[in-house]
């Protein structure tokens, strides 16, 4: 069958093209969410356990035959498309039903590790450029960053950032943390900053962990921590040190068998590993497969994604057809289909696969409402793909009709509230419904999720409402809950998604500096249940920009340096002896006027190697300090430690440009902090295609009032901008997100930015 004919196109769309201009309306978003907004936000997230289930798959799924590739963008005469490069990641939101898309290089291929957030509309194959209050420093590499549906975010970490151009190492040294993460919702990025993290690399394997929602990662790049957990709920990583486990590796992919309650790893970028790997977190075991039959493993760049409809993990792997020594001359893509409960793989053999074979071209997600798996393909000429010439293409792929689940769907929408000895929890009956006879209540304990043992303590009738009461608990315990739908023959259905007693983390919060002896905080409660919160303070020692070689060489320092990094945190102490009722405190147990040195075991240390920095450099002449909050139930049941906050202004928040012939005009908004003297504008001269070393100017010598500047002198080459807020003290903070004059690539952007843009 030729190439022309076998394989099936998605029907053309009109060509909308979305404009999103820039109003006063965006400084709604930058508002921190009520808790009771919060609330419904993650209430309504847990509907995605019956989407992962299988359960609602299909009313509305796209048509496409099983055992099919199906492209979707770009098409002729359908929606416009970016034109993106490579080495991006994908989350998929199951309630927006929208794939986000994050990072990866510029359509040049690989040419600037940009930071831009994309949604792309599955059933419309229409994309949309989401500019929002901020956001991590650009990367490449960037594969598998993930989706948690239950506090409904898009879990970003690290990859390489600053090594093709137009990336200020201030900005990647202060805001590179271990974990980011970004509310479609909200249209907000958050710096999670936790203040202990394992290394994370890039081309790492990980997933979703559903039954215990935390996420699972093991290797990447030259990364020697082996296998980690990170929990977004408390907000703290988990070293699992198994006794065996895979060989490190770049690349290769994993993803989670939820049937089987297994992560499901293979393949690799530069090694040949004839490995099927599967991981119980439970019993934090790796166990050597060992199929009959497997796909390539020489070096297959393998893409993963678990198809939950049909039981499978979704595997596209890269076979070499020719190569001379570490060189891949040409090659093809199979994909193949892994079911863990029988052991096998199995080739597939569609009528078409994608195109394209090249190194970091592929990234993969499932859609369960539409029963695919989507997959990213970036196409160059060198691959010699028939009618492409350079294209970032979107496909789709079938396995087949998903298999039936007779059993009683879950209920959604479970939540919990705590009193001081007992917890409520309500749930909604599942929209199918009609064979339930009533609801098997289940709870365990313990403050590792993975560790809990469930046991039935309840039942409640269907015809009474959707409501029980756990009483005489005991105060402080962290109680995890699930409820199961019970039909007419007594059988119990799948797990609704977990709750806890546990309140969720503070996310936002805001340091101000009034004066050396004075700092204040305010923050939002997480929970409707939270009498009180626990502030804790740790000391931070700082590299200074005229410490750092890198940063002196792109922009002279001030006469009193700046924070240019972070070289340690200390362990943190309790401020509060009890919880603080108000969402507020100030603390004057300091003197910022006097330099601190970390003591005791540091939570977190700096990697700078010894050339990168300048031992007679000036200090930084202030103590810093990091604050965290924790949140208590009225159960007495503390949160996890929330992000660090430092005493530095936040970075500035929703800061956009617009071209004006030669001058440039910025707007942001203003801080929430109390007491700023106002902002320093910098701004980025020009590209370097490779390598760190770029000039920043500082334009305003002296902060600027007002959150808006004009630069009159910009010209009409392509210019980058970031904005950092100023304090009491003078202290300059975390650098803005950069926005583009100019930017490279324009007239891909014109469709999806209005006038204003980032």
Same mark, same amino acid.
């Given at each position: 069958?030729?190439?022309?004919?076998?394989?099936?196109?998605?029907?053309?769309?009109?060509?909308?093209?979305?404009?999103?201009?820039?109003?006063?309306?965006?400084?709604?978003?930058?508002?921190?969410?009520?808790?009771?907004?919060?609330?419904?936000?993650?209430?309504?997230?847990?509907?995605?356990?019956?989407?992962?289930?299988?359960?609602?798959?299909?009313?509305?799924?796209?048509?496409?035959?099983?055992?099919?590739?199906?492209?979707?963008?770009?098409?002729?005469?359908?929606?416009?498309?970016?034109?993106?490069?490579?080495?991006?990641?994908?989350?998929?939101?199951?309630?927006?039903?929208?794939?986000?898309?994050?990072?990866?290089?510029?359509?040049?291929?690989?040419?600037?590790?940009?930071?831009?957030?994309?949604?792309?509309?599955?059933?419309?194959?229409?994309?949309?450029?989401?500019?929002?209050?901020?956001?991590?420093?650009?990367?490449?590499?960037?594969?598998?960053?993930?989706?948690?549906?239950?506090?409904?975010?898009?879990?970003?970490?690290?990859?390489?950032?600053?090594?093709?151009?137009?990336?200020?190492?201030?900005?990647?040294?202060?805001?590179?943390?271990?974990?980011?993460?970004?509310?479609?919702?909200?249209?907000?990025?958050?710096?999670?900053?936790?203040?202990?993290?394992?290394?994370?690399?890039?081309?790492?394997?990980?997933?979703?962990?559903?039954?215990?929602?935390?996420?699972?990662?093991?290797?990447?790049?030259?990364?020697?921590?082996?296998?980690?957990?990170?929990?977004?709920?408390?907000?703290?990583?988990?070293?699992?040190?198994?006794?065996?486990?895979?060989?490190?590796?770049?690349?290769?992919?994993?993803?989670?068998?939820?049937?089987?309650?297994?992560?499901?790893?293979?393949?690799?970028?530069?090694?040949?590993?004839?490995? #099927? !790997? &599967? *991981?119980?977190?439970?019993? %934090?075991? /790796?166990?050597? $497969? =060992? @199929?009959?039959?497997? +796909?390539?493993?020489?070096?297959?760049?393998?893409?993963?994604?678990?198809?939950?409809?049909?039981?499978?993990?979704?595997?596209?792997?890269?076979?070499?057809?020719?190569?001379?020594?570490?060189?891949?001359?040409?090659?093809?893509?199979? #994909? !193949? &289909? *892994?079911?863990?409960?029988? %052991?096998? /793989?199995?080739? $597939? =053999? @569609?009528?078409?696969? +994608?195109?394209?074979?090249?190194?970091?071209?592929?990234?993969?997600?499932?859609?369960?409402?539409?029963?695919?798996?989507?997959?990213?393909?970036?196409?160059?000429?060198?691959?010699?793909?028939?009618?492409?010439?350079?294209?970032?293409?979107? !496909?789709? *792929?079938?396995?087949?009709?998903?298999?039936?689940?007779?059993?009683?769907?879950?209920?959604?929408?479970?939540?919990?509230?705590?009193?001081?000895?007992?917890?409520?929890?309500?749930?909604?009956?599942?929209?199918?419904?009609?064979?339930?006879?009533?609801?098997?209540?289940?709870?365990?304990?313990?403050?590792?999720?993975?560790?809990?043992?469930?046991?039935?303590?309840?039942?409640?009738?269907?015809?009474?409402?959707?409501?029980?009461?756990?009483?005489?608990?005991?105060?402080?315990?962290?109680?995890?809950?699930?409820?199961?739908?019970?039909?007419?023959?007594?059988?119990?259905?799948?797990?609704?998604?977990?709750?806890?007693?546990?309140?969720?983390?503070?996310?936002?919060?805001?340091?101000?500096?009034?004066?050396?002896?004075?700092?204040?905080?305010?923050?939002?409660?997480?929970?409707?249940?939270?009498?009180?919160?626990?502030?804790?303070?740790?000391?931070?020692?700082?590299?200074?920009?005229?410490?750092?070689?890198?940063?002196?060489?792109?922009?002279?320092?001030?006469?009193?340096?700046?924070?240019?990094?972070?070289?340690?945190?200390?362990?943190?102490?309790?401020?509060?002896?009890?919880?603080?009722?108000?969402?507020?405190?100030?603390?004057?147990?300091?003197?910022?006027?006097?330099?601190?040195?970390?003591?005791?075991?540091?939570?977190?240390?700096?990697?700078?190697?010894?050339?990168?920095?300048?031992?007679?450099?000036?200090?930084?002449?202030?103590?810093?300090?990091?604050?965290?909050?924790?949140?208590?139930?009225?159960?007495?049941?503390?949160?996890?430690?929330?992000?660090?906050?430092?005493?530095?202004?936040?970075?500035?928040?929703?800061?956009?440009?617009?071209?004006?012939?030669?001058?440039?005009?910025?707007?942001?908004?203003?801080?929430?902090?109390?007491?700023?003297?106002?902002?320093?504008?910098?701004?980025?001269?020009?590209?370097?295609?490779?390598?760190?070393?770029?000039?920043?100017?500082?334009?305003?010598?002296?902060?600027?009032?007002?959150?808006?500047?004009?630069?009159?002198?910009?010209?009409?080459?392509?210019?980058?901008?970031?904005?950092?807020?100023?304090?009491?003290?003078?202290?300059?903070?975390?650098?803005?997100?950069?926005?583009?004059?100019?930017?490279?690539?324009?007239?891909?952007?014109?469709?999806?930015?209005?006038?204003?843009?980032?």
């Amino acid at each position: 069958m030729s190439a022309a004919t076998s394989y099936r196109t998605a029907a053309p769309t009109t060509s909308d093209r979305l404009d999103d201009g820039v109003g006063p309306t965006l400084v709604v978003f930058c508002v921190p969410l009520a808790p009771i907004e919060r609330t419904i936000a993650v209430r309504l997230s847990l509907l995605t356990a019956l989407l992962l289930a299988g359960f609602l798959a299909a009313a509305d799924s796209l048509p496409q035959d099983p055992n099919t590739w199906v492209k979707r963008s770009p098409l002729k005469d359908g929606p416009v498309s970016p034109g993106l490069g490579y080495e991006a990641s994908l989350g998929y939101d199951p309630i927006a039903k929208r794939v986000i898309r994050w990072g990866g290089h510029n359509q040049g291929g690989g040419g600037e590790q940009n930071a831009e957030t994309w949604v792309f509309d599955i059933a419309t194959a229409k994309w949309e450029l989401k500019e929002p209050n901020t956001s991590p420093p650009g990367v490449c590499c960037a594969q598998q960053n993930l989706f948690d549906p239950v506090g409904r975010r898009l879990v970003r970490f690290p990859a390489f950032s600053g090594n093709h151009g137009w990336h200020w190492f201030r900005e990647n040294y202060l805001s590179n943390t271990s974990v980011w993460t970004y509310d479609l919702a909200g249209n907000t990025w958050r710096d999670m900053r936790p203040s202990s993290a394992p290394r994370v690399s890039p081309l790492r394997c990980a997933s979703w962990d559903d039954d215990h929602q935390v996420v699972v990662v093991f290797g990447g790049e030259g990364n020697q921590e082996g296998t980690c957990v990170y929990d977004p709920y408390t907000n703290a990583w988990t070293r699992m040190s198994p006794a065996k486990q895979p060989a490190f590796r770049s690349g290769g992919n994993m993803a989670y068998d939820g049937s089987n309650k297994l992560h499901i790893l293979f393949g690799s970028q530069f090694s040949d590993d004839p490995h #099927t !790997w &599967a *991981y119980d977190l439970r019993k %934090n075991e /790796w166990r050597d $497969m =060992k @199929p009959a039959v497997q +796909p390539p493993t020489d070096r297959n760049d393998a893409a993963l994604a678990y198809d939950s409809a049909n039981r499978v993990v979704v595997a596209v792997v890269r076979a070499i057809d020719r190569a001379e020594k570490d060189e891949i001359l040409q090659g093809h893509l199979e #994909t !193949w &289909a *892994y079911d863990a409960a029988a %052991n096998t /793989w199995t080739r $597939m =053999k @569609p009528p078409r696969e +994608p195109d394209g074979h090249g190194n970091r071209r592929r990234i993969m997600v499932a859609v369960p409402h539409q029963n695919l798996i989507l997959m990213e393909a970036f196409v160059t000429p060198t691959e010699r793909a028939p009618g492409v010439d350079r294209e970032q293409q979107i !496909w789709t *792929y079938r396995f087949a009709a998903g298999k039936p689940d007779d059993r009683p769907a879950p209920p959604t929408d479970l939540a919990v509230i705590t009193s001081e000895s007992g917890a409520r929890l309500t749930w909604k009956p599942p929209a199918q419904s009609d064979g339930v006879s009533g609801y098997a209540i289940c709870r365990g304990e313990g403050k590792i999720p993975w560790q809990v043992e469930f046991k039935r303590v309840g039942e409640v009738p269907a015809k009474q409402p959707a409501a029980f009461t756990d009483e005489r608990l005991t105060t402080a315990t962290v109680y995890h809950y699930l409820v199961r739908s019970i039909d007419a023959k007594g059988r119990e259905g799948p797990d609704s998604p977990k709750v806890r007693t546990q309140p969720r983390v503070v996310e936002d919060a805001v340091v101000s500096v009034i004066g050396p002896k004075e700092v204040r905080l305010a923050w939002e409660s997480p929970g409707a249940d939270v009498t009180g919160c626990h502030v804790e303070r740790a000391a931070v020692e700082v590299f200074s920009e005229d410490q750092l070689v890198r940063l002196k060489k792109d922009t002279p320092p001030l006469d009193e340096p700046s924070v240019g990094a972070i070289k340690a945190i200390g362990p943190f102490r309790r401020l509060t002896r009890d919880p603080v009722r108000d969402r507020s405190f100030t603390d004057t147990d300091l003197d910022l006027g006097k330099p601190v040195a970390v003591e005791g075991e540091p939570t977190f240390t700096h990697r700078f190697a010894k050339d990168q920095i300048d031992p007679a450099g000036k200090p930084y002449r202030y103590a810093v300090y990091a604050y965290r909050i924790r949140p208590v139930s009225a159960l007495g049941v503390e949160g996890g430690a929330g992000p660090y906050f430092l005493t530095l202004p936040r970075s500035p928040q929703w800061l956009f440009a617009k071209e004006d012939g030669e001058r440039c005009h910025l707007k942001w908004v203003a801080n929430a902090g109390q007491g700023l003297k106002g902002y320093r504008v910098y701004r980025m001269e020009g590209p370097r295609v490779n390598g760190p070393g770029q000039q920043v100017t500082r334009l305003t010598p002296d902060p600027v009032a007002a959150s808006k500047f004009t630069d009159a002198k910009a010209g009409k080459d392509t210019r980058r901008y970031w904005v950092i807020a100023v304090d009491a003290l003078g202290q300059e903070g975390i650098p803005s997100a950069p926005v583009w004059h100019y930017r490279q690539y324009r007239r891909y952007y014109e469709p999806f930015t209005g006038e204003w843009h980032q």
